[in-house]
Structures are given as C-alpha cells and as structure tokens.
C-alpha cells in the first residue's frame, strides 16, 4: 500500500514562509508526477502545484505562480512546496497526491491522482 505523509504546515504571519514536505512509501517514485492540493473551510479542493516524474515541468495554480515553487528529490522519495510570501487566502489543508500510473487527465486535475496524503494544516494570519 502507498502511504503518503505530509510535513511542514504551521501557522505563520502575512509575508511569512514554510516548506511542505511529502514522503512517500513507493519504490518507483521517480516514475509519477506528484501533486499538491489545498482545501479551504467551506470551499473545495484546488490543485496548487505539480512536479512531473523527472522535474523538468512543473504547473502552478495562478493564485501562487510567482511565490510557491514545487521540487523533488527522487532519490529521497520526497516532493517539496516551498510557499513564501504568504497571504491569508492561502490557509488551508495541503495535501500531496500521487498519479495514476497511467491518466488522460492533466497533472493539474485532482483525476490525475490516486494516492492522498493524510493533510497538513497551514494557516497565515493577517
């Protein structure tokens, strides 16, 4: 079974930084594009960021193009989410996903993932 475990949230001030981090339990995951997902009180899921298996494409949400910047490293099995210059709206829990082995969708659709992590809670004040 693929286990996924998210690290790294925290509440932090406007302007402020942290750095997700996300685990994961699979011996071929240089193979996936991984994901990272957000979900507000009351409001639905979103797609923030996505890492394709080797690094060299990724895709941002337009909300956070310019202040997040998704990466990994293979060789620790482990997608990071670096968020810097903070703003309340982006509160939420974070989670990381991992793709199907094989989708139509596109790696910013939440279809593009089979595998979730547990969440982390992130929250900015103002």
């Known amino acids: 079974q693929v286990q996924l475990v998210e690290s790294g949230g925290g509440l932090v001030q406007a302007g402020g930084s942290l750095r997700l981090s996300c685990t994961v339990s699979?011996?071929?995951?240089?193979?996936?594009?991984m994901g990272w997902f957000r979900q507000a009180p009351g409001k639905e899921r979103e797609f923030v960021a996505a890492i394709k298996r080797s690094g060299g494409s990724t895709y941002y949400a337009g909300s956070v193009k310019g202040r997040f910047t998704i990466s990994r490293d293979n060789a620790k099995n482990t997608v990071y989410l670096q968020m810097n210059s903070l703003k309340p709206e982006d509160t939420g829990v974070y989670y990381c996903?991992?793709?199907?082995?094989?989708?139509?969708?596109?790696?910013?659709?939440?279809?593009?993932?089979?595998?979730w992590g547990q969440g982390t809670q992130v929250t900015v004040s103002s």
């Open positions: 699979e011996r071929t995951f240089s193979s996936y594009t």
């Open positions: 996903a991992r793709s199907k082995p094989v989708s139509l969708a596109a790696p910013t659709s939440s279809d593009n993932y089979d595998y």
